[in-house]
């Protein structure tokens, strides 16, 4: 199976090209990020990457020899929730807003792109575990979560879109060994269109004046297409890897989302309502600076990653994954607990 190579480089140059040209008229138009309590960053910063980054995935996918028909309901999703991200970042619409235009582009994948969760795997004994009535809320609900998760993550330079970069790499991977072409190429190109984004966005090799943010539209698009990767490599008869597995390709996101959801919950808060105790803000607060507390956390991510790699290529026992990821998630939850403690005790 051929890597394609000359897709890769039209979707990174088509990417480059986007965002030169929405730059300008980003500033324009107001569709910028200024600074505030919860955003740091200096001067106005135009919201284009999302954007920048779903025009050079469609370019790349246009010039492919990809049969449209199977993932055109894929790419009306993502249309769907890169516009949305767009209206949100200029006019900063309602949560309510946003979660209705993510449920329908959930609907259009699940219902008539034929994408959906039927099985979870042997997570607790020998007998798989099928969702049948289940499995439509089930996917819906998790693609909603996946949008969220990496929106949520994205809360210094580089780190949403490096989380996604490494997940996408395995999900390139794990395709590749499963000689799955489609996937294979989708997760490929998603690799290709991130490292533009990301040079602009740590203004690798370029002036502070050229950074450049994904705004909810980069940040719902990359979890889109993430979690539409991880659903159709785990489902079906000739699945890439375990539905287990899943868990440990986005598990930072995940991990990190789900404990501040829980933790918004039992202090009776709103689980929408934004706070500074994710992860790198709590190692923010600690006095590490933005560049550490990258490094920390997108090492972690590797990490984790990493071990679903291992855990899909040596068949290991869903329940052993599946009870391995709830330990780390328990363990992850107290200690988060106990340094959001420490930082609001001083």
Known sequence: MNIPFTLLFVAAISTIIAISILRPFAISINLT????????????????????????????????????????????????????????????????????????????????????????????????????????????TAIIFAMNAVNMSDGIHGLAGSNSLITLIALSYLSYLSTNFQSLTIALLMCAVIPPFLFDNLCIGRSESKRIFMG???????????????????????????????????????????????????????PFKPDLNHLHHNLSRMGLSNTFVLIVITTLSLSMTLIGVFGAKNDIADWKMFLGFIIIFIVYFFLSHLLIKKINSK
Not at 46 to 71: C, E, H, R, Y
């Open 33 to 140: 990020d200024t600074p505030g309590a919860r955003k740091k960053h200096q001067g106005v910063v135009p919201l284009i990457g999302g954007l920048a980054m779903f025009i050079g995935f469609l370019v790349s996918v246009l010039s492919s020899t990809i049969d449209l028909n199977q993932i055109k309901y894929f790419i009306l999703a993502s249309f769907i929730v890169v516009i949305v991200g767009v209206l949100d970042d200029h006019r900063d619409m309602s949560v309510g807003f946003r979660f209705l235009f993510q449920t329908a582009a959930a609907l259009i994948v699940v219902t008539v792109g034929g994408v959906s969760v039927e099985s979870l795997g042997n997570l607790l004994s020998r007998n798989e575990i099928y969702l049948n009535s289940w499995s439509i809320f089930f996917t819906i």
């Open 216 to 270: 909810d539209a980069g940040s719902m698009f990359l979890g889109l297409a993430i979690v539409w990767l991880l659903i159709d490599l785990s489902q079906g008869e000739y699945r890439a890897f375990s539905p287990v597995i899943a868990l440990w390709l986005f598990a930072l996101p995940l991990i990190d989302t789900t404990s501040t959801i829980l933790r918004r919950l039992i202090i009776r808060k709103s």
